[in-house]
């Protein structure tokens, strides 16, 4: 029972990582007033970008730096539409998820040949898992021995990355003035211009770090989880993301706790697989459902009181003396 526990809890890091990295991204997008629903097209085309670089250049750091690339020109792209021209944002955000799902594919066909998925990468185009020091010296160790073994070590770079990064998200968005100009953006956007802070340039920084953070999400989902990418691998992990983003109430800790929480559900469903119920085979279908309902159920009945930023969705418009 220990073991498929610490076998649960390892499979929940994997599952959890672009989670929160799409979490924390939508957060510093909607604590400064943007709505960003396109969380899903960002991870999907970082995802495909950076298998396909990583694949053509045999550089796993090749990929994640188009990755980023690519999901940060999406994020602008969606800046551009919200911010410069005030549009919807959810039309703007659907927009790019659509236009990500279509593309991936379309390219994945017609460079690879393969049904829209990319090869299987290997070697350094890939990021392998990490052995930790000492880790299979003390694999037979009761207890200890199976934490650090398998829960501690053997996951990639960017799984303790985001060990770093919630902190680091946390510190900038509280403890610095950048963060509290962006949060005051996303409060009262009129009082911000009126102490002289740009309105416009503060949501263009803030769409920029989500294009950052969701990106280097998407590439983990192709060059480190999977070695590969496949044709809507994303699998709504964004909409997931922002679920988790409203359940941890805009907040980064919290937000991650909603991710692992998520994670773990979806781990759980991959666990229960070919399980019966007397001499009735559960449907596969309906186990893979289990994550997705749960997430509705507790949106629905655990998350309390979630007090949005108040210039949430509101386009800003400078007024004019």
């Known amino acids: 029972m220990f073991e498929t526990i610490i076998l649960m809890l390892d499979a929940t890091i994997r599952v959890s990582t672009p989670l929160i990295l799409a979490s924390l991204a939508g957060m510093f997008c909607e604590r400064s007033g943007i709505v960003n629903i396109a969380l899903e097209g960002k991870l999907l085309a970082a995802a495909f970008t950076g298998a396909a670089m990583a694949h053509v250049t045999g550089s796993a750091w090749l990929g994640l730096g188009a990755g980023i690339a690519v999901s940060v020109l999406l994020a602008l792209l969606h800046g551009f539409a919200s911010i410069t021209h005030r549009g919807d944002q959810v039309v703007s955000g659907m927009a790019i998820n659509i236009l990500a799902a279509g593309l991936t594919i379309t390219l994945g066909r017609h460079w690879f040949s393969q049904g829209g998925q990319t090869p299987s990468l290997s070697g350094d185009a890939r990021f392998a898992p990490i052995t ?7 694999a037979d160790v009761p207890v200890l021995g199976l934490l650090y073994s398998e829960l501690i070590s053997g996951h990639s770079i960017l799984e303790y990355l985001v060990v770093l990064i919630v902190p680091a998200a946390w510190y900038l968005l509280f403890k610095t003035r950048f963060g509290l100009r962006l949060r005051a953006v996303g409060e009262s956007p009129s009082a911000v211009d009126t102490a002289g802070i740009s309105v416009v340039r503060m949501r263009y920084g803030a769409v920029a770090i989500c294009g950052l953070l969701v990106g280097i999400g998407g590439v983990y989902l192709s060059v480190a989880q999977t070695a590969q990418f496949i044709p809507n691998m994303s699998a ?5 993301a922002l679920a988790a983003l409203i359940f941890g109430k805009w907040r980064p800790f919290t937000a991650m706790g909603a991710c692992l929480l998520f994670g773990f559900l979806d781990a759980l469903a991959i666990r229960l697989q070919g399980v019966k119920i007397g001499d009735f085979p559960i449907p596969v279908q ?36």
């Open 236 to 240: 709504g992990k964004g909409y997931m």
């Open 132 to 138: 930790l020091p000492g880790a299979d010296a003390v």
């Open 286 to 321: 309906a186990i893979e459902a289990i994550p997705y309902v749960l997430t509705v159920f507790l949106l629905a009945g655990f998350i309390g009181k979630a007090i949005a930023p108040k210039a949430i969705g509101v386009p800003y418009a400078k007024e004019r003396e």
